[in-house]
């Protein structure tokens, strides 16, 4: 036990009292690098003073790397060079890579304090998209189904026909596994698109976030390296450190990850990686094939899983869609999750994953502690929406409206967009990214673009480290061809001012790494 | 780093080569008490051997008191007397109370394997329940309202109102926080009854289950020492467990914990304690007034937080119910869960939790990257229930009805049951707790039970330890009054048969303490 006696007669600051008996006890190995320290409220109890006091003396360790704050985990004992055991080996990757070169070298508490930085910038960035909350701003910013395309009255029939077929069953909860019937469902068109699969390969799932938050808790223990592939929707990411992981990132370009990046993790290690292969969300584009192949090669090599996120598979216009990861790698090495989150509507809160029937019991078991089960309505109405036809009518008139809206918004970009300004081509889904020259700040961009009457989502809203700073996700959901055409030329007005000034012109573009 | 290399030539086995290895880290001081090892795959991957003998190694350390595997989490070095620090300052308490006196000294990994065969022996009981699944058994066995005592297209009914009144606002997914409305129809119920509290101090969450998780995964981060209340449903256990906490117990009586309890934990820390005030579950009993001012009294001196499990409130008899512990002890103080599931229908899964604003925030943070939501038609169903007077009149409807089922069993009770059982007496709830003379055995008498065609839940089900191996919970939720007269007549019958035998007789009476 490490020995904080204090002298409250002392001369000496009670926190540098603390903040030496630490150290201390780091030169004398009682504490190590990795090890946790108790919680600010404890150790203001143990030693007897404030929590101020605590944290500010935890504030000096951190400032000499000594120690570092790991969100939503506590604050661990750092070597003063590296942040944890684990990115030390992972210095060519990720947050790492957010440091300029010449910076590279001390990472470790710098990197801790950037990504921290980050994160306040994160919530200042999503203080200042609420300026876009007034009357008359086209919303290029949507990144869910307009509910308004559902048939009218669609949840009203449907929760009648639901309770209609399966009655007072729908009164009690269902097994933590879901209602069989509607895994039998999921398994059936999963078996008919792709690879066989049982029911008991099907998890149901609060939304495909509680099938990520379920896949992240477990592996807390089974321990496996998170890396997620870069742009990449921030809930994902934010929950997985939420659980407690160190979240390295990859940067992919429309096609994917490739070779190149996944030569940049440790071969020696296993992972778990988090992609998006279909309609790549922010870029809207498919993984394609040869990358696809890539990525089963690599995570045979290396036992690492793979967390497919099909959530716009249905959502893809048709003859350019590639099997699912799982048909290749199978299901010991892959999760497949998904919802109707985008396909229906997001109230719903339906979601469900796919995995081999080992990994399903475990997660089913976690699933029982953390919330029980799906609400038997929603799971009865899902499998209504289903079995009849509704799903695969309202997937393919959504995929044509969908289709019909990005190529108003492509047509409208070739017309009106500066050329120094390029974008990604969406095979599906609901946006592209859209690229301004390096040293254009997004963020400064927006502030613009809403005095024209135009809002979309800056880059750095789609990724941990807040990079992707010239980038913007344009998304064609909800406005209707008329208004796309319009946005855009009121974007591409704003751009070509602001292209005019000189780059790096911003406060805001010191954020991130450009690339 | 722990160097793991081994020497496959070598004659010594493989296992005891790592094994001896982490000893010596241990030696020299390179792995301390507290340490988390590696997960064994990634052992495993590291050191270039099977898991197998990965965990063949750290079973060695185990067993000799050098390592523990907390489930869930993984395995941590001890001192070789205590599992972790934790439970260290916490030997009258809980776990170690399992123990008879004299085996008391050394606790510490046996604490933990003991902990361990009783998961293993907690699934062999649910597997034994599975015989009472035949027909002509009557059951007092059931935890969950029974849904025919709903009027009849009770949710088809409450789902169209909803839609009706609420409309397309369903199809899209709420604020993390709920329904707003439904938020301060929770906080005018609960200001009209209790103390005032503003709807910014309600999270909505997918039932009360889910409540727990975001309180014990929050409490990752702040570190209060959990303790339970016991006999406890064991779902709440289990979630604290399953979310990395090493959870304490506090035996209860029919009126809550008392001083003596409280005195068992070491005063100079502050905890987190799970309470069931209303109804316990399985006793059945109210916390009475004078031990929650002793809580009140002992949360304050220690800075602890109550968390008042409420799911029976309103299914209590009028005139015995004490106020919510918020009452005295504050919102910062208290955390109040709840759910629809006892008094409406476990279907829906919408429950909720009461506390300060700030702590609402917080949880509601991790609500959002654990699921985002709840479903939206499931919170403005919740909202008709409320609105439309239905939650007033069913629950009041109900608490009549489980009074006079309840009356039903005591009567039965006392005119069959041989003078050396006792039982506690419900203020309201779904169940009583039937105690055994010391010695024998409830699992054995289950056994007996469903042979005479009557089933009932096993003490050892309500214990984290798989203590109470001599009590019963006795459920008259589901069966009406004269299946309850029968039920227990038959249930007499076999207790009869049973305490002609010698007491102890029993392969499973060694599984608990009997206390």
Redesign the interface.
């Known amino acids: 036990?490490v020995n904080y006696t204090i002298d409250k007669e002392s001369d000496t600051p009670l926190y540098i009292q603390i903040r030496d008996a630490i150290k201390d006890a780091i030169k004398s190995?009682?504490l190590?690098p990795?090890?946790r320290l108790?919680?600010v409220?404890?150790l203001a109890?143990?030693i007897g003073v404030t929590q101020a006091t605590v944290r500010r003396a935890l504030q000096d360790l951190s400032d000499a790397g000594q120690a570092c704050c790991h969100v939503?985990?506590?604050t661990f004992i750092q070597d003063g060079s590296g942040p944890t055991?684990a990115p030390d080996r992972m210095e060519s990757i990720g947050a790492a890579r957010t440091l300029g070169p010449s910076e590279r070298a001390p990472h470790g508490s710098m990197e801790f304090a950037v990504r921290k930085l980050r994160m306040g910038v994160g919530k200042a960035l999503r203080d200042i998209m609420s300026l876009a909350e007034k009357s008359g701003i086209i919303h290029l910013t949507k990144g869910?189904p307009d509910?308004?395309c559902?048939p009218e009255?669609?949840?009203?029939e449907v929760?009648?026909e639901a309770?209609?077929n399966f009655g007072?069953e729908?009164?009690?909860?269902?097994d933590p596994l879901g209602n069989y019937e509607l895994r039998r469902e999921i398994a059936r068109r999963f078996t008919a698109e792709e690879t066989p699969i049982t029911p008991d390969q099907v998890l149901i799932?609060?939304?495909s976030?509680?099938a990520v938050?379920l896949v992240a808790e477990a592996n807390?223990?089974?321990?496996?390296r998170v890396v997620c592939e870069t742009p990449c929707f921030k809930?994902i990411t934010?929950?997985f450190s939420?659980m407690?992981h160190w979240v390295e990132t990859l940067t992919r370009d429309s096609h994917g990850l490739g070779q190149a990046q996944l030569n940049q993790l440790p071969p020696?290690?296993?992972y778990l990686l988090y992609i998006c292969p279909y309609a790549h969300n922010p870029m809207g584009t498919h993984l394609s094939e040869e990358r696809a192949g890539i990525l089963v090669d690599w995570a045979r090599k290396t036992?690492s899983l793979i967390v497919a996120d099909e959530l716009f598979k249905d959502l893809g216009w048709t003859g350019s869609k590639p099997p699912s990861i799982m048909r290749e790698l199978g299901p010991e090495q892959t999760v497949v999750v998904s919802s109707l989150?985008k396909s229906i509507?997001?109230?719903?809160?339906?979601g469900w994953l796919i995995s081999s029937p080992q990994r399903i019991q475990q997660l089913a078991q976690?699933k029982?502690?953390?919330?029980?089960?799906?609400?038997?309505?929603?799971q009865g109405?899902a499998l209504t929406i289903f079995r009849s036809g509704r799903y695969d009518a309202h997937t393919e008139k959504m995929a044509e409206v969908y289709r019909q809206r990005r190529d108003a918004m492509l047509k409208a970009l070739d017309r009106y967009m500066p050329k120094e300004v390029t974008w990604t081509r969406p095979d599906g889904g609901f946006s592209l990214l859209l690229e301004l020259p390096r040293g254009y700040s997004s963020v400064a961009l927006f502030l613009s673009a809403i005095d024209k009457g135009v809002a979309f989502l800056p880059g750095p809203l789609f990724d941990i480290d807040q990079r992707f700073v010239h980038c913007c996700r344009l998304s064609y959901a909800w406005p209707d061809e008329a208004e796309i055409k319009e946005g855009i030329e009121l974007l591409a007005s704003a751009v070509e001012d602001f292209l005019r000034r000189p780059p790096g012109d911003s406060g805001l573009s010191g954020l991130g790494s450009y690339h």
């Open positions: 036990m190995g009682e190590l990795g090890d108790p919680s409220c404890s109890k143990e939503g985990r506590g055991s869910v509910p308004r559902l009255n669609f949840l009203a929760a009648a309770l209609a007072t729908l009164y009690e909860a269902t799932t609060n939304g976030m509680q938050t807390m223990e089974i321990g496996q809930g934010d929950t939420a407690g020696d290690l296993s036992g989150s509507m997001t109230g719903m809160r339906l976690l029982k502690l953390m919330d029980h089960s799906a609400p038997s309505l929603i109405m």
